[in-house]
């Protein structure tokens, strides 16, 4: 009862409350779309970064992350893999040797970054073939490069040149090889796309005379929501030589980076439902006011002013409801877009992004969890602000308030 | 006093006095009244305005706690109850009728009347049972699903008397019932007051101007200055 007539109150005054929804709706659907964004564009920038290289977890040598050097390599056995394969929640391993060389043809030379990869093993991982541009994808038992499209135009290389590599090998022995370019690949990330080049890990081992060794095992999950239980898995189950790091360990800066601009985000969603929380406050107070002495009679009929309370409390849900569910249906469609058609950006703006190497795409994500805490945030507010008028009338005379 | 007698007893007030603005400006708006009602009466509270004749209906219905002395309601000192416990012991023994009406505008005239009820617990079948026959008390069976500014003032006040009579109170107080009806509204509510006084006994205790009231009333109470200047009440019912 005390529900209805909660509902039929707030449409005493028609206008006054579809004013306070819609500013409600307004405000969550502004909320939702942003924080929706926000969290697309952070979950498109750890894929990029995450999925595309490091892969959610790392499993090194101890002190590799600090000094990353062929020497902090580790020997890689079939111990090591299985563990690693069996661990609960892990869906793929890779095998790395990684070295940073020049890489050179004709009378042009750039600084890159060389992986040994198992070819197969690595696109499930990381799915590079999807980045193949031109060429062919190399097979485990191939000789032949891959090379990133940026460090290839740099070089003025195309698909079937000879890539020369110039490097440091294991303790300290001199690396030197030439390799035919089967493919080139395009990276979404500038950085990796002037940088990369890869070889297959039998080739790399052996150019950089470090047979059976491995710099990382490179690690894919089930769940990305699963990194911590995995890590501490993987840490049981493997030698004490080896250090397990997760993402967030190897890039903190990226972290540190979400971490900030979610703060920002709060502030913003803050001093949005601040301002509507005027909106219902005013609503409330105005209510308040013209029915002090409706209130009075009621408490005179014989209704305890804890029940008046309860239905004003209910009113301002009632508002919040209504409005937050409002701002949810007209945010579904604008988020259902930016997940289907993300934002990009060009010109200098892209520039800035692209310099820190992320891609200048800003897509949604239609994330559930967003949407129902909008929702609940709002219903707080509501509570909140109910609070006043209810104390209000608690502290009712009823006599007083009917003379009014 | 005879046990059959105090069983009658429906309101019994002692020495009420209610003194505004203690401690700057006195004012006496009621000064030492004793009144006695029994069951089945039909009293009017008049006087001048300024008398104090709606501080002392405050006072008898709970509303307002006098400055000294005591109403006892069918054996219960209402003036030592907690606040709780005297807004449930209004819902169910005293039924207001007021001035203005005081209907829930969005609610019809059905739910108005089951409203009280609601807030007693009363069974569902019971409320509509219940609703069906106060709303035929009243005249306006027709009139269930409408809201009260669908009604005229006349019907408003009916339904408000229906609202009070549905707790089953020990009586009504009615502030100036027909102060805003038309003279031919005023004789049906009257009419309507009456009857249920005479079939069902129910005690009504008015405070009012209207010479309307005042002439259909069996015991007329006047208010001077906050006291009682005068009761045509039987003698046994008066106090010094």
């Known amino acids: 009862m005390l529900s209805i007539l909660a509902w039929r109150n707030i449409w005493r005054n028609r206008n006054r ?143 079937g040149d000879t890539l020369v590599l110039l490097s440091q090998g294991y303790y300290g022995s001199t690396a030197a090889g030439q390799y035919r370019i089967a493919g080139l690949l395009h990276f979404g990330s500038p950085d990796l796309n002037d940088r990369v080049c890869y070889l297959p890990l039998h080739v790399a081992q052996y150019w950089l005379d470090a047979p059976q060794r491995a710099t990382a095992l490179a690690i894919s999950l089930d769940d990305p929501r699963d990194l911590r239980q995995t890590q501490a898995a993987l840490r049981a189950g493997l030698p004490a030589t080896l250090e397990v790091m997760s993402w967030e360990e190897m890039m903190p800066e990226i972290v540190q980076h979400i971490k900030t601009d979610t703060v920002g985000m709060y502030i913003f969603i803050a001093v949005l439902y601040l301002l509507i929380s005027f909106g219902i406050f005013s609503t409330l107070l105005m209510m308040l006011s013209e029915r002090r002495r409706e209130f009075g ?41 930016l997940t289907r058609y993300p934002i990009r950006v060009g010109g200098e703006f892209a520039k800035i992004y692209e310099r820190f190497g992320f891609e200048a795409v800003f897509p949604a994500t239609l994330y559930a969890p967003i949407f129902i805490e909008q929702t609940l945030v709002v219903l707080a507010v509501g509570l909140i602000l109910a609070f006043y008028p209810a104390v209000q009338i608690m502290r009712l005379n009823p006599v007083a308030a009917m003379r009014q | 006093m005879s046990t059959d007698m105090e069983n009658q007893t429906v309101i019994d007030a002692h020495n009420l006095s209610k003194v505004y603005n203690p401690d700057t400006i006195p004012v006496n708006a009621v000064n030492g009244v004793h009144l006695h009602l029994e069951r089945g009466e039909f009293t009017a509270l008049v006087g001048p305005s300024g008398s104090g004749k709606t501080t002392l209906l405050n006072m008898i219905g709970g509303l307002d706690q006098p400055t000294t002395g005591k109403v006892i309601i069918n054996g219960t000192d209402i003036t030592a109850l907690p606040p709780n416990a005297l807004i449930d012991f209004r819902l169910h023994n005293i039924g207001f009728v007021f001035q203005a009406f005081n209907l829930i505008p969005v609610l019809t005239a059905r739910e108005n009347i089951e409203f009280i009820m609601l807030l007693q617990k009363i069974p569902a079948e019971e409320r509509s049972r219940r609703v069906a026959e106060l709303l035929l008390a009243v005249g306006l069976p027709n009139k269930a699903d409408a809201r009260p500014a669908q009604l005229s003032g006349g019907q408003q006040q009916r339904v408000a008397v229906a609202r009070a009579l549905a707790s089953k109170p020990q009586f009504i107080l009615a502030d100036e019932p027909t102060a805003n009806l038309d003279s031919h509204s005023a004789s049906t509510l009257l009419d309507i007051m009456e009857k249920l006084n005479t079939d069902e006994h129910m005690t009504f205790l008015f405070s009012t101007h209207d010479q309307r009231v005042i002439d259909r009333a069996r015991r007329v109470i006047t208010l001077v200055d906050g006291s009682i200047a005068s009761d045509t009440a039987p003698a046994g019912l008066r106090h010094s």
């Open chain 1, 17 to 159: 409350s579809l004013i306070t929804m819609a500013s409600i709706a307004g405000a969550v659907m502004l909320s939702v779309v942003t924080t929706s964004l926000q969290k697309g564009v952070f979950d498109n920038l750890i894929r990029n970064l995450v999925s595309l290289y490091t892969g959610y977890v790392q499993v090194h040598g101890i002190g590799y992350w600090d000094e990353q050097t062929l020497d902090n390599s580790f020997e890689i056995n079939d111990s090591i893999r299985d563990a690693v394969s069996r661990t609960p929640g892990v869906t793929g391993v890779a095998a790395r040797l990684e070295a940073f060389a020049l890489a050179s043809a004709g009378e042009k030379t750039r600084g890159c970054l060389v992986v040994g990869i198992e070819p197969s093993g690595e696109d499930r991982l990381t799915r590079l073939q999807s980045k193949l541009e031109q060429g062919k994808f190399i097979a485990d038992s191939s000789s032949e490069a891959l090379v990133a499209e940026g460090l290839a135009a740099k070089l003025r290389l195309g698909v």
């Open chain 1, 297 to 337: 009679m009621l408490v005179a009929l014989g209704m305890r002013k804890g029940k008046i309370a309860l239905m004003v409390l209910l009113e301002s849900v009632w508002l919040a409801l209504v409005g937050s569910l409002a701002g949810l249906l007209l945010s579904w469609p604008v988020v259902w877009y």
